[in-house]
């Protein structure tokens, strides 16, 4: 198991959708909220996720297609 520190950005198009609950229901990761703030506007997470390699490749693929921003720190 690895972990990966990422900050996320959410667009607005985001706001109702449940993606926290996705990634702990679609996959084998666990995520560690560090901070986050959301608006009406945008939102952003500081997060550190574990899983193994291929399971967070397919997670910040998921995150990707949905035009969440992923920066890794």
């Known amino acids: 198991m690895i ?3 990422v900050e ?7 706001k109702e959708e449940p993606i926290i609950y996705n990634i702990i229901k679609n996959f ?3 995520p560690i909220i560090i901070e986050a703030s ?3 506007e ?3 997470m500081i997060a550190r ?3 193994t390699e291929e399971e967070l490749e397919n997670l910040f693929k998921f995150l ?3 035009e969440i ?3 890794y720190k």
């Open 8 to 14: 996320l950005t959410f667009p607005n198009t985001l």
């Open 38 to 40: 959301f608006s009406t």
């Open 64 to 66: 990707k297609e949905k």
């Open 69 to 71: 921003q992923v920066n």
């Open 49 to 51: 996720f574990k899983g």
């Open 28 to 30: 084998n990761v666990i």
């Open 3 to 5: 972990t990966k520190h």
């Open 42 to 44: 945008m939102g952003w």
